[in-house]
């Protein structure tokens, strides 16, 4: 089965640091372009971050950029986001999800792993 | 800043049409990217419904249908069902940000 399982979300304090993990199974994680999108509570969706198959592509939304690390090991299936001097804004789900090659749709998403900033 | 905008909220009778509607810019939609719409039921994980502005990935039903037109997109739904109520998202590439966007979101209540 096709699957992406986030871990690593939590309660952290403003300003502090937090890890998130994503493993994939069930197809050539190599091959794949994948993303991180989150989801504040009660709000919409907003992408995050994107990385090649390689890892030598990346992009960010501005909203995370300088203050957010998106890397994978294509050796162990896993994609990650590093996530440092967290703000109350950055209250969130957040998922991984796998891009259909070449077309810039997920098709494939994980069920999330909540992160909340708050003193 | 760049947005894709959707209507808060749409409704319709069982069996009925409803529409959502996708407006973009130059630097997403108009500049010819494709545009994928997304389900996400209560407290799950969006689900692919349509990508490359109208194709279905396989099991999603051929009462959702996609297009684009110009800076727009649409998604119909005709036959409406109690299961589809859920939010809906569009979503494309834009090309000043470098990246994904997504739409507002739109709520569908079946009445």
């Known amino acids: 089965e096709v699957q992406l399982v986030e871990s690593g979300g939590g309660l952290v304090q403003p300003g502090g640091s937090l890890r998130l993990s994503c493993a994939a199974s069930g197809f050539t994680f190599s091959s794949y372009e994948m993303n991180w999108v989150r989801q504040a509570p009660g709000k919409g969706l907003e992408w995050v971050s994107y990385i090649s198959s390689s890892g030598s592509t990346i992009y960010y939304a501005d909203s995370v950029k300088g203050r957010f690390t998106i890397s994978r090991d294509n050796a162990k299936n896993s994609l990650y986001l590093q996530m440092n001097s967290l703000r109350a804004e950055d209250t969130a789900v957040y998922y991984c999800a796998r891009e259909i090659r070449g077309k810039d749709a997920f098709d494939i998403w994980g069920q999330g792993t909540m992160v909340t900033v708050s003193s | 800043q760049s947005v894709l905008t959707q209507p808060p909220s749409v409704s319709g009778a069982p069996g009925q049409r409803v529409t959502i509607s996708c407006t973009g810019s130059s630097s997403n939609i108009g500049a010819g990217y494709d545009v994928h719409w997304y389900q996400q039921l209560p407290g799950t994980a969006p689900k692919l419904l349509i990508y490359?502005?109208?194709n279905r990935p396989s099991g999603v039903p051929d009462r959702f249908s996609g297009s684009k037109s110009g800076t727009s997109a649409s998604l119909a739904i005709t036959g409406l069902q109690a299961e589809d109520e859920a939010d809906y998202y569009c979503q494309s590439y834009d090309s000043s940000l470098s990246g994904s966007i997504f739409g507002t979101g739109t709520k569908v209540t079946v009445l």
């Open positions: 490359g502005n109208s």
